[in-house]
């Protein structure tokens, strides 16, 4: 019975099950609200902060000038939550549009003025102190916005970045009278499109010079930073293997995908020839190109599996893409704009035939907490354009070396969209750190802004450490040189591209239309810790994302006892989903209670908004699943009431408090050590999300409470929408919304109960429409 493979499922709500978000109401004025003397200082401080920009505001006016002006208004500590932005943003909204662009800082809003006109309007409401309580008891202060200056000694390459007035027709005239005031200065400059809306000017200039030339000017009014520019490198530091593999070429009949490889290039060597799909792609010569990187990059996508004699990804052969994004000349690296430049066009010109993308190039620069990376921003914008998948590297990091901690995820690895890959070590040499199985100690760390958890996932890609005379020694991962020859190296270069064949072999293996979010589901949904890791328990989401993955056949395939759904649907604002006769098989009562594993993965596409700083994910999706006593009918004639059934008795099982802590600590099960993942999200806009847990850990009381076998089964997902995104799309008379999917597994750890089938029982019963996930039929035609 184990070794019976049945296929995953798709299932859908029901008509029943998708129900409006209902309001609540109070007509009290919250305690944080001020009121009397408080309120009434609190307004005469905030008049005062904002009457200083009256002289500014005029003189610009006068003068003509088409730059809005800019201030930041900072908020009180305990006034960033959705709740209170909106009242924050009402206040400055003038003509029916909102005049906050951006954020600062979390608790730093930016805000533009047009005109005179609006400062007045605003100056009056700040002095309405009894019609504007809420948006003043959350404002602290005014202060004129100043852009972001960063120098770099020995640097002259910067990027420019322009406010963002969140205005399409305002946001091209600036740029004009900015490209204007560089060329009539004879300031060269180099503009790159990152993302829709969103340009970089690079200069060969030092900063200084620049502000000192503009100052005065419209141009310089319009700056939102200058920094130092990125450089990205490749290297490739390998020791050849004495040992052969097999030559192996597609065959006629079977439908092999493409990966694209965005690297250095791949070299013609006879193990990838047969593969390597069409000409290269590349803005170079070929006299500027060294394919070392790119060709071991490809040649462990290919041939990973059979270099290592495992069976780790398991496709049946992939067609490779050559990118050649990145020259052999840039010794000292590559500008961030033109690597980007290289992307957005190799990915235009093929994705149509490419749909999954390997990119293993790093910048040598860690991401921050209170902003996403311009590279993150400019991959994002590609995989929403062009409905594609990248896999990219989290980054290496020598710090092992010198005996420090490991540092934190390159920029570029903060990419929402993308899906991005930490290293484990495959093997352990005499000198190596790392255990077998354990985080490698080159593969940087997360998580990324936000605290979202990146890297989602890690595969193998070498293992590293110091000998005796503080020499650097490796253990690596085999693949091929520029040469042809087997040869070894490490890094999660060599990790991502794992990942990216995964990818790339269960999209082939599916007979569906190409679906990145789906595809990232199914992967982050299988993956899991080893029994070998020792790491702490808190540790793990930060070193190795959700895990190691399982290979194409274990993720598209069921035993008997254990069953996988697949919900994918797109939720809008006001818009939930309650499944309130969820099928959990009633083969899984032992000894008078529920028992069964819950396995639940949700990653869904947030909107992102780059001017929102940190708040870049503007939308975020909660789940819960759990029993209950009963269905109950409400009043739908009341007040704030939409939907006719509701719930009674209702219990998250998503939740470690009601878990035993004895339970789980003794615990010494396949699952706890590899899969049991207990995450409080809180109010978190993570975009992938995970649970695992194991019934039969509740504590006693809570056994007794929620498992017993009269109790019914729910499955509930909401979408939410941060203020700003909600606002926005108010005024342009739009719904917002998101695509979501849920993966979720029910398991018998016994093994014992037919699972598979009694929840497909289940949901005929239930009325649900449901689908096995469809696989391709390869015709062969033999040799």
Known sequence: MENEKLPINFFAPREVDELRVEGSGNSEDPKWVLAGDELVQRSTELF????????????????????????VAKMCDDSTAKSRRKDISSLFQTDDRSNVIGLADSDELIVKLDSVSQMNEISSRLQDYNRNSYALSCLETFWEFQPVIQKQDNETTYKIKLIDFQDYETNISMQRLFERALTSRKMSFKKTSYASQFSIYKVELNPQTMLDELRGDDAYEMLFSIEPM??????????????????????????????????????????????????????YPESAINPTHGTFVAGIALYGDACENQEWVGHKGIKLFDATIFPDEAKEGLDEDD???????????????????????????????????????????????????ICKSAGNCRNFISGRPKGRIHEGADSVRSLVV?????????????????????????????FIIKPE????????????????????????????????SVGTSFSTPRIASLATGLYQELDEEFDPLLLKGLI????????????????????????????VSQILYNAPYEATLILRDTLSKGEKIDIMDFPMPKSLIRNGYYTGQIIATLVYDPILDPTQGVEYCQSNVDIKFGSYDAKKQRDISKRNILNPVGRAGA??????????????????????????????????????????????????VNRQHFTTPDKQWFLFLQGLFREHT????????????????????????????????????????????????KITNDISLGL
């Open 230 to 283: 990125p450089k990205y490198i490749v290297s490739l530091d390998s020791v050849q293997e004495e040992t052969t593999i097999e030559v192996t070429r597609p065959v006629d009949g079977h439908r092999y995908e493409t990966l694209g490889i965005l690297d250095n290039g791949i070299a013609p060597v006879p193990h990838l020839a047969p593969w390597i799909a069409g000409k290269r792609w590349t803005v």
């Open 48 to 71: 005062s902060a904002f009457n200083q920009f009256s002289e500014i505001v005029t003189e610009r006016s006068e003068r003509k000038s088409a730059v809005p002006f800019v201030f």
């Open 524 to 551: 982050v949904h299988s993956a899991s810790y080893s029994e070998n890791l020792r790491i702490p328990v808190t540790e793990r989401t930060k070193q190795l994302g959700f895990g190691v993955p399982k290979n």
């Open 339 to 389: 690597l980007i430049a290289n992307i957005r066009e190799a990915i235009d010109a093929n994705h149509e035939k490419v749909k999954v993308w390997n990119l293993s190039i790093s910048v040598t620069r860690p991401v921050c907490d209170t902003k996403f990376s311009d590279l993150a921003i400019a991959l994002d914008d590609l995989q929403d354009k062009y409905n594609i998948l």
């Open 726 to 773: 909600e606002q926005l799309a108010e005024l342009e008379r739009r719904i917002p919304s998101q695509d979501v999917c849920l993966i979720i597994t029910i398991r018998d750890p016994q093994r014992k109960a037919n699972v598979y089938d009694e929840v497909t029982q289940e949901l005929d019963a239930f009325n649900f429409w449901h689908s096995n996930i």
């Open 651 to 700: 219990q998250n099982l998503f939740r470690e408090n009601l878990y035993s802590k004895r339970l789980m600590r003794d615990s010494q099960s396949d699952f706890a050590l590899r899969e049991r993942l207990l995450i409080q999200y809180a109010d978190k806009y993570y975009p992938v999300k995970k649970y695992a847990v194991d019934l039969s850990e509740l504590s006693e």
């Open 422 to 450: 930490g290293s484990v070590a495959h093997a352990k040499g005499p000198d190596d750190f790392a255990d077998i199985d354990n985080p490698s100690p080159f593969s940087r760390i997360g998580p990324g802004p936000e």
């Open 457 to 488: 996932v890690s595969h193998y890609g070498g293992n590293a450490g110091v000998n005796q005379n503080g020499e650097l020694v490796t253990t690596g991962v085999k693949s091929f040189s520029a040469n042809g020859d087997l040869a070894s």
